[in-house]
C-alpha cells in the first residue's frame, strides 16, 4: 500500500510514530472489507486543514471513491468533523454527500492513537443502506468487526506491532473466510467461505459453538510435523498465522486478537485455502531439484570424459597427439566447472567472480606446471547467464593458456585479468582484458593455433562480442574484449 510520505517527514512525531503509521496502512485492506467502505488517512497540513496521506478501497464492496485523492487537502466539510474527532480522541459519526446529485454516505472519523498521542485520523466513507433491505448476518458481522477493530485503533491496541512479517505467500483475506472467536476460542460465527474451507479439510460439522481449536486438533491428529504457533492461532490468542494441512489440502490461518482496557475478549481468524498455492511452489521446488540434478550430472559426465582423454594422452606416443588431448581435456574440465557451480543454485545465473576465481589460477598453473607464473585478477564480473558464462569461460581459459604458452614463452612473468561492468545506451556492458608481460605474440588467425580460432569463434558468434590484441606498455600482449551482457 503507497502512502504519502513527505507530511510524515514534517510532522513531529517521536521515534516509531511514523512506523506505526505505515503498519496500519499495511494493514487496513482488511477494515476496509469489513466495513464496507473506502478508507482515507489525514494529517495536517501546512496552514490549517488536512491532508491524505493514503487511501484504501474495499474488495467487498463497490467504491464509493473513483480518483485517488493522496495529496490533496480535505473537503471543507468534513473538517470540523475530523477536527472533533482528533480533540476529543474518539470516533465521530456524520452524514455526507460523495458529491452533488451522489448517494448520501455515512463518515466515520477515527483518531489513530499511539502512547496517548493522536498521530492521525482515518475516515471511513460508505453508503448508507436502504432502509427497504435488511443487512444479511454476514455484512452485520463483518461491520461489527469491523468497528472492534476501530475501536481499538482509537485506543492504541492496533495495529498489533508483535505481528510478525513477511508472512508465506496466501495470506488470508477476509473474504477467503472469517470466524469469529470468543474469549474461550469458541466460534460464535463463521462464513460460508470459512465452513467451506474446515469441510474440505475434513471437517463436516458446524463451526458455530464448537471450540476451533477442538476442531483444528482433530484435523490434524496423527500428522506430523504440527507448527508450533497453531495453538495460539486458533484459539486467537497471539496475533500470528500458521498453516495446516489434511487430505491435501492446506489452509493458512491468521488470527487478529480483539481487546479493549479490560483486555482480549475475542478473536478474528481467517482462513484461506492455499492448496493449489502450495501445489505450485512444491512443482517449482521439484523442478529446479531436478535441473540442480541435471547440472550435476553432466559435471560428473564431463568430468568421466576428462579423465578419459587424460588416461588417452598418457598412452600417446606423439608429444604432439599428447599434447592436443592435454587440451581438449582442459576445455571440457572448464565446462564442468560451469555446470558445477549451476547445480549448487536454483538460479540459472553464475556468480562469475568466484567460478574464474578459481580458473584463472588453475588454467595458468596448467598450461605450464614448471614456469614461476603469478596471476592478477581485479576488478568484478558480477552474476551472468549461464549461456553466457559458458563461452567466456572457455574463452578467458584458452587466452591465459595462450599467455603462459606463447606470451610468457618458457619464462617467469604474470598474468593479469580485468574485469569492467558498465552501462552503455541503457545496456549492460562487460569489457575484459587478459595480459601478460611477456614477448608478445600475434592475432593473425589465419596462422595462429586452434586454440586462437576457438576463442574468435567463441566471441563473435556465442558472446556476440570484439576482441582484439594489442601490444602491452612495458612489454607483453594485451588481449581486449568488449561484450554486451544479454537480458535473462
Not at 505505515?22 to 476496509?32: R, T
Not at 464496507?36 to 487511501?55: K, Q, T
Not at 472519523?109 to 436502504?130: K, M, N, Y
Amino acid at each position: 500500500m503507497a502512502i504519502f510520505t513527505d507530511p510524515i517527514r514534517d510532522a513531529n512525531f517521536e521515534p516509531g510514530d511514523a512506523e506505526w503509521l505505515h503498519l496500519l496502512v499495511g494493514d487496513w485492506q482488511m477494515i476496509a472489507d469489513l466495513a464496507f467502505a473506502d478508507l482515507a488517512l489525514w494529517l495536517p497540513g501546512d496552514g490549517g486543514g488536512y491532508v491524505a496521506l493514503a487511501h484504501v478501497r474495499p474488495s467487498t464492496s463497490h467504491t464509493v471513491f473513483h480518483t485517488d485523492f493522496v495529496g490533496e487537502r480535505m473537503r471543507a466539510d468534513l473538517t470540523s468533523l475530523v477536527d472533533k474527532c482528533w480533540s476529543n480522541r474518539r470516533i465521530e459519526t456524520s452524514r455526507k454527500r460523495a458529491g452533488e446529485n451522489e448517494a448520501v454516505m455515512r463518515v466515520d472519523a477515527i483518531p489513530v492513537v499511539r502512547d496517548g498521542r493522536t498521530l492521525a485520523v482515518v475516515t471511513s466513507h460508505s453508503e448508507v443502506a436502504s432502509a427497504a433491505r435488511a443487512p444479511s448476518k454476514l455484512e452485520q458481522t463483518y461491520r461489527r468487526c469491523a468497528d472492534d477493530l476501530l475501536v481499538m485503533v482509537t485506543l492504541g491496541l492496533w495495529p498489533d506491532s508483535g505481528e510478525p512479517t513477511g508472512a508465506r505467500r496466501g495470506a488470508p483475506r477476509v473474504g477467503d473466510g472469517l470466524i469469529v472467536l470468543n474469549e474461550h476460542g469458541i466460534a460464535e460465527y463463521a462464513s460460508p467461505n470459512g465452513v467451506s474451507a474446515f469441510r474440505r479439510l475434513g471437517d463436516a460439522g458446524a463451526l458455530e459453538g464448537r471450540p476451533l481449536l477442538d476442531v483444528t486438533t482433530t484435523l490434524m491428529r496423527g500428522r506430523r510435523p504440527v507448527d508450533e504457533a497453531m495453538g495460539m492461532v486458533v484459539t486467537g490468542r497471539m496475533p500470528w498465522r500458521t498453516e495446516i494441512e489434511a487430505h491435501g489440502v492446506s489452509l493458512s490461518l491468521r488470527s487478529i486478537p480483539l481487546r479493549n482496557t479490560g483486555g482480549r475478549y475475542g478473536a478474528l481468524v481467517l482462513c484461506r485455502d492455499v492448496s493449489e498455492l502450495r501445489r505450485r511452489e512444491q512443482e517449482l521446488v521439484s523442478k529446479d531439484a531436478t535441473i540442480r540434478e541435471i547440472h550435476h550430472r553432466v559435471k560428473n559426465n564431463l568430468q568421466t570424459v576428462a579423465a578419459l582423454l587424460r588416461l588417452q594422452s598418457r598412452r600417446m606416443v606423439s608429444a604432439e597427439g599428447r599434447a592436443g588431448l592435454e587440451e581438449a581435456m582442459r576445455r571440457v574440465a572448464t565446462i564442468a566447472l560451469v555446470h558445477e557451480t549451476l547445480s549448487q543454485g536454483l538460479a540459472q545465473r553464475v556468480d562469475f567472480d568466484e567460478l574464474i576465481d578459481r580458473q584463472f589460477r588453475l588454467s595458468a598453473e596448467v598450461a605450464s606446471p614448471e614456469q614461476m607464473v603469478t596471476t592478477e585478477r581485479s576488478g568484478e564480473f558480477g552474476e551472468l547467464p549461464s549461456d553466457f558464462a559458458t563461452p567466456l569461460a572457455l574463452v578467458i581459459n584458452e587466452l591465459v593458456t595462450n599467455a603462459v604458452e606463447h606470451g610468457l614463452a618458457g619464462r617467469a612473468g604474470t598474468v593479469r585479468l580485468l574485469a569492467e561492468r558498465r552501462q552503455e545506451s541503457g545496456a549492460e556492458v562487460l569489457d575484459v582484458t587478459v595480459s601478460d608481460d611477456g614477448v608478445g605474440v600475434g592475432s593473425d588467425t589465419s596462422v595462429a593455433g586452434l586454440g586462437q580460432q576457438i576463442v574468435q569463434t567463441l566471441v563473435t558468434s556465442e558472446l556476440r562480442g570484439t576482441i582484439s590484441w594489442n601490444p602491452r606498455f612495458g612489454g607483453g600482449t594485451e588481449v581486449r574484449l568488449n561484450m554486451g551482457i544479454p537480458n535473462d
